[in-house]
């Protein structure tokens, strides 16, 4: 049962760190340039970080976080608000927020409910 769940999280890992290369992302919330279709990627990848409950994993990138989902792989939301590169990621002990900072010097604590900060 272990080997299925250390699996399942090597798969996850290992999407979020190759398909970014190649989905393209739809135009809304994805704050792209006036006229531009789609984003090709989802940034460089700088930290990752599990919920405390194991349900969720986080992605800190060049462009935004991405939440995914553990138990389906899937991108869950796609958060933004720093509006440099996001080096840094975190969630509370009680898993009800991740703070993140970024390259331009904040450091701001999201609501793991809502996503806002």
């Known amino acids: 049962m272990i080997w299925r769940t250390s699996f399942k999280i090597s798969a996850l890992i290992g999407f979020v760190l190759f398909a970014h290369y190649s989905i393209a ?6 704050n792209l340039p006036e006229g531009a279709k ?17 349900g ?26 720093n509006l440099g590169i996001v080096f840094t990621i975190s969630f509370s ?3 009800l927020t991740l703070a993140s900072g970024s390259s331009d010097g904040r450091i701001l604590l999201w609501d793991a409910q809502t996503w806002e900060y």
């Open 25 to 30: 992302q739809p135009f809304n919330e994805q």
């Open 38 to 54: 789609a984003r090709i990627g989802k940034g460089r990848i700088n930290e990752i970080a599990y919920s405390p409950d194991g």
């Open 56 to 81: 969720q994993l986080a992605v800190a990138t060049s462009i935004g976080i991405w939440i995914y989902s553990i138990v389906t792989g899937d991108e869950v939301k796609r958060i933004t608000g």
């Open 93 to 95: 002990r009680d898993g």
